[in-house]
């Protein structure tokens, strides 16, 4: 019999891995949610600069308004949510799911920065990085394996 040096990580008692559909229904749930909270924060910036000029330079206004607001807002809200007590987002909560280490514990704000920056990564190769969740053993998306975390659902019991 031939020793294998490979560690087998399994999903905590009471848990399983996320499906690619859940994990895509809790991430579009929370990005209507980030896209209401940017509108709101931006609006002000519009009035202020006059609404006329936004659409008649919509990509001179708009555009670089909205990106400046929305990665912060988006690193703060999927980081202190993921690493919170929740260990999840509204949608992920919506769904049942939790961002926890490998060991199932929950993760640091620094482990939850590193994840949500790595989702550019996995957006920027053609989106590739997201759908390896519907193919990888443990449903771990690239920025879950660089950040060295999985995505559970809580089973019934």
């Not at 919170?84 to 799911?97: E, F, Y």
């Not at 550019?120 to 053993?137: L, N, W």
Request: charged share 15%; with cysteine; proline share 4%.
């Amino acid at each position: 019999m031939q020793e294998s040096n490979e560690i087998t990580i399994i999903a905590p008692p009471g848990t399983t891995y996320a499906s690619f559909s859940r994990r895509a229904t809790a991430f579009s749930v929370d990005q209507l949610i980030l896209l209401l909270i940017v509108i709101i924060l931006t609006v002000p910036v519009f009035i202020l600069l006059g609404v006329a000029a936004m659409f008649a330079w919509p990509f001179i206004v708009f555009v670089p308004t909205f990106c400046s607001v929305r990665v912060p807002v988006g690193w703060a809200y999927f980081a202190l949510q993921e690493s919170g007590p929740h260990q999840a987002t509204l949608g992920k909560r919506l769904c049942g799911l939790r961002v926890t280490d490998m060991q199932g514990r929950r993760i640091s704000f620094f482990r939850a920065t590193v994840r949500y920056f790595m989702k550019f990564v996995s957006a920027a190769i053609m989106m590739i990085g997201f759908i390896m969740a519907a193919f990888t053993e443990r449903h771990q998306t690239l920025h879950d394996i660089i950040a060295d975390t999985l995505v559970l659902k809580k089973t019934k019991g």
